[in-house]
């Protein structure tokens, strides 16, 4: 299965721990990673390092990409009925 229109490092919320920066990814149970991980992660799919893989998302960008997460998933799975809604909160909160 090829990998397009799945999660990239991007999908993965900076958050500021003490003196230093790791992400937690809502999409795996929360697992906390630090940035030697991410750049690890980053070479094991080939695609260059990026310096906003190491920086903060907002609030709004975390739903954004867990709602366009579950849209993927529902047009993967075969469930187009549930698409429309979720667009609709998606343009909600790209008007905001």
Known sequence: MADEGLPKPTRIPLLANGSKYCKRSPFNQGTVFTRKEIEMFVRQLKIPADPSFFTPCSNIDIIQRLLETLKFCYIQTGLPE???PIDDL???????
């Open 90 to 96: 998606l343009d909600l909160i790209l008007k905001s």
């Open 82 to 84: 549930k698409i429309q």
